[in-house]
C-alpha cells in the first residue's frame, strides 16, 4: 500500500518563505544591473523601474560658436540641432535660466538687440541676428526634451578604463585569498580539539569564542591596530604591509569559523574516531585522514562567509593598508572613482556588478555545500 504524499500547510509556507526570499533578492539585483546599463542622463531623472519608457529630460547646451554664423541677406544666422543626431523630441525652450520652458516648439523667442532663437521638435535650432555674433562662445539654450529609452556599456567602459582598476583587482585577491585559507586552517585545528579532545577548561574556551562573536568589530579594530604596530615596531615590520590585514582578517573570522566547524565536527560519528584511536591512529592523523575530509562541505560553507566578507571589506582595508595606490583595494578603488559627493550613480552601478563577478563565481561553485555544513552539525 503506498502512502498518499499529502503536502502540509508547512510545506506550502516554506516554498512561500524561499519565494518570497528569491524574489527580495531578484528585485533590486535586477534594478541594479539595469541602472548599469542606462544612460546616465536618464539614470539621474528617473527609477529603473521606467527604464522602458520615454523620459522627460531639463537640459541646457549651447549653440554652435559665432565662428559657424552664416549671412543670409541682412541677418546673421546660427544652424544646429539639440539632440546632436540622437533621437528625442523637443516640448518646450527658452533662453534664460530663469524661464526655461518660456516657449512652445516652432516659437520665435524675441532676444536682445533684435536678436531672436527658435526651436523645432526634432531639435533643430536657428539663432539670428541683425548683427554678427561676437566672442568665442555660443548661446545657451534651455530645452526641455521627451528622450525615448537608451541602454548603453559606457558606465562598464568608464569603470574599467579606470587608471589602477586593475592592480586594485589583483590587490583585493593578494589580500581575501589568504585571508580566507589562514582562518580556516586554524579553525579546524581548534575546532577538533574543542569537539574530541578532553582538557581542562575546554568549556569556557567554547563559551569564550560563542561570546566574541557578539563583539563588534568597529570596537576592537583601534586596538588590535596599535597592538600588532607595537609588534610590528619590535620586529621591524611595517604597519600597513598584508600580513597586517590577514592576521585582522583571520582574528574576526575566526569566532565563527570555530563555531561553525566545531557544531560540524562534533556531529561526526564518534565510533569511527574511536576505531581510529584503537588501530594506534593519533589526532593529527585522525584529523588529517579523517575529519577534514568528512569536513569539507562546513569547510567550503565558512568558505563562502570568509571570501565574501572580506572581498567587500573597506573599513579594515583602509586601517591596515591606507590609500596607497599600491595596495588599494578593489572596493577603496572604487570609491575614489566615485567620488566624495556619490552622485555618480552610473558608476555606482555598473561598480557594484563588477565587484560580485569573483564572489558569484565562489558562491556557486560551493553553494551546494552552503546548506549542508550549516546543518549537519545541528542534529546528531
Known amino acids: 500500500m503506498v502512502a498518499s504524499s499529502k503536502r502540509t500547510p508547512l510545506t506550502f509556507l516554506v516554498h512561500a518563505t524561499v519565494l518570497f526570499l528569491v524574489v527580495l533578492w531578484t528585485i533590486p539585483t535586477a534594478g541594479l544591473f539595469i541602472s548599469s546599463i542606462r544612460d546616465k542622463d536618464q539614470l539621474s531623472v528617473s527609477g529603473w523601474w521606467t527604464a522602458l519608457s520615454t523620459s522627460e529630460q531639463r537640459l541646457v547646451t549651447r549653440a554652435y560658436e559665432p565662428k559657424s554664423q552664416v549671412q543670409q541677406g541682412d541677418r546673421f544666422v546660427i544652424r544646429g540641432n539639440l539632440l546632436e543626431g540622437g533621437s528625442g523630441e523637443i516640448a518646450r525652450f527658452g533662453f534664460s535660466s530663469l524661464k526655461p520652458e518660456a516657449y512652445a516648439v516652432g516659437d520665435v523667442a524675441e532676444m536682445k538687440k533684435g536678436r531672436t532663437l527658435q526651436v523645432n521638435a526634432n531639435g533643430d535650432y536657428v539663432l539670428s541676428s541683425p548683427t554678427e555674433w561676437k566672442g568665442s562662445r555660443g548661446q545657451r539654450i534651455f530645452y526641455t526634451a521627451e528622450v525615448p529609452p537608451r541602454f548603453t556599456l559606457d558606465n ?225
Open 156 to 380: 562598464y567602459r568608464e569603470v574599467l578604463s579606470a587608471e589602477g582598476l586593475g592592480q586594485s583587482f589583483i590587490n583585493s585577491l593578494t589580500v581575501t585569498i589568504p585571508a580566507t585559507i589562514i582562518p580556516i586552517l586554524v579553525a579546524a585545528f581548534a575546532a577538533y580539539a574543542l569537539a574530541w579532545m578532553r582538557f581542562p577548561g575546554r568549556a569556557l574556551l567554547i563559551a569564550g569564542v560563542v561570546g566574541l562573536l557578539v563583539v563588534p568589530l568597529q570596537m576592537s579594530l583601534i586596538p588590535l591596530l596599535k597592538s600588532y604596530n607595537l609588534i610590528g615596531e619590535f620586529f621591524g615590520v611595517g604597519s600597513k604591509t598584508y600580513v597586517g590585514i590577514w592576521l585582522a582578517h583571520t582574528g574576526f573570522g575566526l569566532p565563527l569559523a570555530i563555531y561553525l566547524l566545531r557544531n560540524y565536527i562534533s556531529g561526526l560519528p564518534g565510533e569511527i574516531i574511536e576505531s581510529a584511536r584503537v588501530d594506534g591512529a593519533s589526532d593529527f592523523d585522525i584529523f588529517r585522514k579523517i575529519i577534514l575530509p568528512l569536513s569539507f562541505p562546513a569547510l567550503a560553507s565558512f568558505a563562502i562567509f570568509q571570501f565574501l566578507w572580506v572581498w567587500n571589506d573597506l573599513l579594515i582595508a583602509m586601517v591596515f593598508l591606507g590609500n596607497n595606490q599600491e595596495h588599494l583595494v578593489l572596493t577603496g578603488q572604487l570609491r575614489e572613482l566615485l567620488g566624495s559627493r556619490g552622485g555618480n550613480w552610473e558608476i555606482l552601478t555598473a561598480s557594484a556588478f563588477i565587484t560580485i563577478i569573483i564572489p558569484l563565481l565562489v558562491f556557486f561553485s560551493l553553494q551546494r555545500y552552503l546548506v549542508r555544513g550549516l546543518l549537519a552539525g545541528s542534529v546528531k
